[in-house]
């Protein structure tokens, strides 16, 4: 007798959990899926798919079932309130169970197993980017209730380093008490969820746990809205104040901007998914630069809850897209352009990597520059 594969031995809990039979294929997940126009992937008709076929294998092997960045734009966008963006990520456990998984994918996932990043990066070198900052170190015996979570791109990727330390400063400035978890600190698991890998996201979230516990941790500010989103609401540890940087400088700035110095600049600003459309952080990142004196500010037409995604979530770092055509991100620089900015900010790891690599596959890096929030406050205030 054939054996079942695990695709099609899960078809009812599918059903059961995604709640499926409630969908009535209106198409507003397509609709307004930023990556279906040039993908094969279709949120809509993977949902009616699950229901009607039997044969779920060939269907959900594909690689546009990767193309996916987990932005939540077709859950928000659902009137029957289902969750087609957490349907792909099952459809993607199923496929990581079975093996059927993109190689650059495993070798993230090996990585956040063996070294607590997916990076491939030694554990030893995790703070190599705070060396002469004299930051609290809580392992060393420093004290703190108040953690700055730094994001395994942020400590191990030189351009996004420098982020760090300028969150640093920010911090400093404000005179907000901290300490870190030096190398100790590992992956907040994020991406690896979302790429389909529940039990080692568990590990990591029950290791991160353990490590709240042991030092007493009552508040988190975090660089990354991917790791504040996930500590914040994936991870749902009581008593614990989770907080994203812009939060926590906008709630300093207050009426008056405690940064000296003045930027004479154009800027616009990008809302990245995990931040604004996932959980609704839009004036904090605005009103800390129109703050700034000497700063024009401009949005988007695309911004807030229409803001484009910049392709960089969902596992998207480690995993080449099936889609043809100019990428989001290319398409994001090009607005901005068009706009006659100086300076695009935005407040997220993988948004600024995304857009960097973006200025220069456009020609445009005379024209533009992208930049951190905390990178345009330091500037301002150090001239």
């Not at 554990?123 to 060393?140: F, G």
């Not at 400088?249 to 990245?272: C, Q, R, V, W």
């Not at 484009?308 to 480690?318: D, K, S, V």
């Not at 930049?371 to 330091?378: G, N, R």
Request: hydrophobic share 35%; with cysteine.
């Amino acid at each position: 007798m054939k054996r079942e594969g695990p695709m099609n031995g899960e078809k009812d809990a599918l059903l059961q959990k995604y709640d499926l039979y409630g969908c009535f294929q209106c198409g507003k997940c397509t609709g307004g899926c930023p990556v279906s126009l040039k993908s094969d992937l279709n949120i809509r008709r993977l949902m009616i798919e699950v229901v009607l076929r039997d044969n779920l294998g060939p269907t959900f092997r594909g690689e546009e079932i990767w193309d996916c960045t987990t932005c939540k734009t077709c859950t928000l966008r659902c009137p029957r309130g289902l969750e087609p963006m957490d349907l792909l990520i099952g459809l993607r456990t199923l496929l990581v169970e079975e093996g059927h998984i993109p190689k650059t994918a495993i070798d993230a996932l090996e990585s956040a197993y063996k070294y607590g990043n997916p990076w491939n990066a030694a554990k030893n070198k995790r703070s190599d980017w705070a060396q002469e900052l004299a930051l609290k170190v809580l392992p060393q015996g420093d004290q703190s209730t108040n953690l700055y979570f730094v994001c395994c791109t942020a400590a191990y990727d030189t351009r996004l380093q420098n982020v760090a330390r300028c969150l640093v400063q920010c911090l400093r400035q404000i005179e907000y008490d901290f300490a870190t978890l030096g190398d100790e600190e590992i992956c907040c698991g994020s991406e690896i969820r979302r790429m389909g890998e529940e039990g080692l996201f568990e590990m990591l979230r029950e290791g991160n746990i353990e490590s709240l516990k042991k030092y007493h941790i009552r508040s988190i500010v975090a660089t990354s809205p991917h790791c504040y989103n996930t500590i914040k609401n994936d991870y749902a540890v009581d008593d614990l104040e989770v907080r994203h940087y812009t939060q926590v400088l906008a709630e300093a700035i207050g009426g008056k901007n405690p940064f000296s110095g003045e930027m004479k600049k154009i800027i616009t600003y990008h809302d990245p998914c995990f931040l604004g459309k996932q959980n609704r952080i839009f004036d904090e990142p605005r009103h800390i630069l129109k703050s700034i004196p000497g700063v024009t500010f401009v949005d988007f037409d695309r911004s807030r809850e229409n803001s484009l995604c910049c392709e960089g979530g969902g596992g998207r770092m480690w995993v080449e897209a099936s889609d043809q055509g100019p990428r989001l991100a290319e398409t994001r620089i090009q607005d901005a352009v068009e706009m006659g900015v100086d300076i695009l900010a935005t407040a997220c790891p993988f948004c600024l990597l995304t857009f960097e690599d973006a200025v220069k596959t456009t020609g445009n890096e005379e024209r533009l520059r992208v930049m951190d929030i905390t990178e345009i406050l330091v500037e301002a205030f150090s001239e």
